[in-house]
């Protein structure tokens, strides 16, 4: 069983920023890869930012020069540093994971997500 507990999402002025931090827990053998998706209401879900283990890192235009992912691969933790958001930034906001458990090929997993709200 994996696990996927995000945080840090809130209610943030136009310009601020936001951390969001995931942490991943459960039977890991191995992660693929972790990253950020959002979706908005009435849109569809739209990656935000992913990093591939040991490999290449993908933001969306939207947020290139002000998303950061970062991972701790020790805590198996994966962040979003969010700077000058902006209110089409507002968004519910899942933590992804292409993880291998024991036993079992590389599976997608998802958060339940936390909600990030830019006042304009």
């Known amino acids: 069983q994996v696990q996927l507990v995000e945080s840090g999402g809130g209610l943030v002025q136009a310009g601020g920023s936001l951390r969001l931090t995931c942490a991943v827990s459960?039977?890991?053998?191995?992660?693929?890869?972790m990253g950020w998706y959002r979706q908005a209401p009435g849109k569809q879900r739209e990656l935000v930012a992913r990093?591939?283990?040991?490999?290449?890192?993908d933001y969306a235009d939207s947020v290139k020069g002000r998303f950061t992912i970062s991972r701790d691969d020790a805590r198996n933790t994966v962040y979003l540093q969010m700077n000058n958001l902006k209110p089409e930034d507002t968004a519910n906001y899942y933590c992804?994971?292409?993880?291998?458990?024991?036993?079992?090929?590389?599976?997608?997993?998802w958060g339940q997500g936390t909600q990030v709200t830019v006042s304009s």
């Open positions: 459960g039977n890991i053998f191995s992660i693929k890869a």
């Open positions: 990093d591939t283990t040991g490999s290449y890192t």
């Open positions: 992804y994971g292409r993880i291998r458990v024991w036993y079992v090929d590389e599976t997608d997993y």
